[in-house]
């Protein structure tokens, strides 16, 4: 499942990703997850919630795909 998400300033970091597309429950659980190694930003784990992601960037999470765009 792919979907897209608009960015409404210059990023979005990773946590505030997952918890915008309703992935997480919270800020805890994004941390867990992501710390965790569930999080692929462009292909590769990334450990760090506090991610920028910026237009073009994609994410796969728990079987889905976010695409950042402007």
């Given at each position: 499942m792919k979907r897209?998400?608009?960015l409404k300033g210059d990023y979005i970091t990773l946590g505030q990703?997952?918890?915008?597309?309703?992935?997480?429950?919270d800020g805890v659980?994004?941390?867990i997850r992501i710390q965790?190694?569930?999080?692929?930003?462009?292909g590769e784990v990334d450990t760090r919630?506090?991610?920028k992601l910026y237009p073009g960037d994609l994410v796969?999470?728990?079987g889905?795909?976010?695409e950042v765009v402007r």
């Open positions: 897209k998400l608009t990703l997952l918890k915008a597309e309703s992935l997480v429950g659980e994004a941390k965790a190694g569930e999080a692929l930003v462009n919630r506090g991610r796969s999470f728990d889905v795909e976010i």
